[in-house]
């Protein structure tokens, strides 16, 4: 699928080069990863690819709008290929997994302000915070097995 990312680049008038190939395929792959895990999983195919140009190619496709970069409060940036659709995440408190969840009502910005103040509104930020369902789970069984052993 190298073909794909070529094209993509190409469309945004980008050079095609090999750590910019690695890095689209490691998201393809990959989505909602951080700069860290990136670097780890080009690397694992290229090690000759710098961290200094994993960097930089996240940064000139995040600029180009090929790539989309998320921030969660208090979570490191991650970066994804799905772009141009607002769509929104769930976060898990825990471990800090990430899935994607389509927008509310449809179209960006998706919600209606309750007042714009005049504002023209073109993309809604949502991040729904839980607990992952294998969060979810462990907690559970650590609950039963507490009350287990007090018992
Ligand atoms: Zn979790
Ligand atoms: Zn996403």
Not at 16 to 33: C, G, Q, W
Not at 62 to 77: H, K, N, S
Not at 78 to 102: F, K, M, P, Q, T
């Amino acid at each position: 699928m190298a073909s794909d990312s070529e094209a993509r680049l190409r469309a945004a008038s980008l050079r095609v080069t090999r750590p910019r190939l690695a890095v689209l395929a490691a998201l393809r792959d990959h989505p909602h990863v951080d700069t860290d895990t990136v670097l780890d999983l080009v690397r694992a195919d290229h090690p000759t690819v710098s961290h200094q140009a994993v960097y930089d190619v996240l940064r000139v496709l995040t600029d180009a709008g090929l790539v989309r970069r998320i921030q969660p409060a208090r979570a490191t940036a991650r970066y994804e290929l799905r772009v141009g659709d607002n769509h929104h995440h769930v976060v898990c408190r825990s471990c800090g997994a990430i899935a994607d969840v389509d927008c509310a009502v449809g179209d960006s910005p998706c919600l209606t302000a309750s007042n714009d103040h005049g504002y023209v509104v073109d993309e809604a930020e949502v991040v729904y915070w839980g607990s992952c369902p294998d969060c979810a789970t462990e907690r559970t069984s650590q609950r039963s097995a507490s009350s287990e052993g007090s018992r």
